[in-house]
C-alpha cells in the first residue's frame, strides 16, 4: 500500500486493486481507508476477532430460500443462484458461510433508509444465508432484484445485483462482494462495477445463465463461482472495501 496526502491534508490509502474508490463514484472518496492496515497477530485479545461460530444446526435450507421466508409469496422472477466457492488453486473451500442481500423485484430493499417510492414486498425481505458443502457448492432461490435509483449522479440507477458476504475463519478476512446479471444494459453505465479497472475480473463479477441449474416451471438458474485470492479472485465490493 501506498500513503497519499489528500486535498484536505490528511492521509488516504491507495486502492490495493487499482481503479478502486476513483472515477465517478463519488462517494468511494468517504470509504478509503485512511490508515494502513494493522497486525493484530501478537495481540493477546486477538482471538476474539475470530468467528463465526455456525455450524449445520445454526444455517438450516429456509435460510437459502428466500421466497419461502413468509406467509405469502414474494413478486418477481424467481431465480436459483448457485456456484462454487474455491481457493486461488482450484481446491472448495467447505462449510464457509456466505450470506446475501438485495432489493426486491421492484428495487427496492426492506429497510427503513430506502425511501425510493417503488412498492415494499411484505413477502421478501432480501436477506439468506448457507454454508457450502464438502466441494464447496453455495445454492440460493430468489427472486431477480430489480433496478433502483441512486444519487451518484444525474439519471443514475444501479444495475440489478446481488451483495454477496463470505467471512472466511475470522472477521478480519471478510469478503463482500456484488453479483450482476448479464445483458444488463446498466452495466456499461455503474460507476461502482468500473471501479473495477481490469475488465476480465469486471467479467468475473457477472453470472452466467444456466439451464442447468433453472428449476422446471420454477425458476432460471445463474452460476456464478467465487475465487478467494489468487490472479483470478473474486473482487471486493469497492463500496466497502475501496
Known amino acids: 500500500m501506498t500513503l497519499t496526502q489528500g486535498h484536505d491534508g490528511t492521509a488516504s490509502r491507495e486502492a490495493a486493486t487499482p481503479g478502486h474508490g476513483a472515477g465517478p463514484y463519488r462517494s468511494g472518496a468517504l470509504r478509503v481507508p485512511l490508515m494502513a492496515p494493522t497486525a493484530v497477530g501478537g495481540d493477546p485479545e486477538a482471538v476474539e476477532l475470530y468467528g463465526p461460530v455456525f455450524g449445520v444446526t445454526e444455517v438450516t435450507a429456509l435460510d437459502a430460500d428466500l421466497t419461502r421466508q413468509h406467509a405469502g409469496e414474494p413478486h418477481g422472477e424467481r431465480i436459483t443462484v448457485s456456484g462454487r466457492v474455491v481457493d486461488r488453486a482450484g481446491r472448495p473451500v467447505r462449510h464457509q458461510l456466505v450470506e446475501i442481500w438485495q432489493a426486491n423485484a421492484s428495487g427496492r430493499y426492506a429497510h427503513r433508509r430506502d425511501q425510493h417510492s417503488a ?124
Request: aromatic share 12%; net charge negative; hydrophobic share 40%.
Open 119 to 242: 412498492p415494499l414486498d411484505p413477502h421478501f425481505t432480501g436477506a439468506g444465508r448457507c454454508l457450502t458443502d464438502a466441494e464447496g457448492r453455495y445454492a440460493f432461490t430468489t427472486v431477480k432484484p430489480g433496478a433502483y435509483p441512486w444519487g451518484n449522479h444525474e439519471n443514475a440507477w444501479r444495475p440489478a445485483h446481488i451483495h454477496f458476504s463470505l467471512f472466511g475463519t475470522a472477521f478480519t478476512q471478510r469478503l463482500v462482494t456484488q453479483m450482476y446479471f448479464p445483458g444488463d444494459p446498466l452495466l456499461a453505465y455503474d460507476p461502482i462495477l468500473h471501479a473495477v479497472a481490469d475488465q476480465a475480473a469486471r467479467d468475473r463479477l457477472v453470472a452466467a445463465y444456466d439451464p442447468q441449474l433453472s428449476v422446471q416451471d420454477w425458476s432460471l438458474g445463474y452460476r456464478w463461482d467465487i475465487v478467494l485470492d489468487g490472479p483470478t479472485a473474486t473482487l471486493p465490493d469497492p463500496e466497502v472495501a475501496a
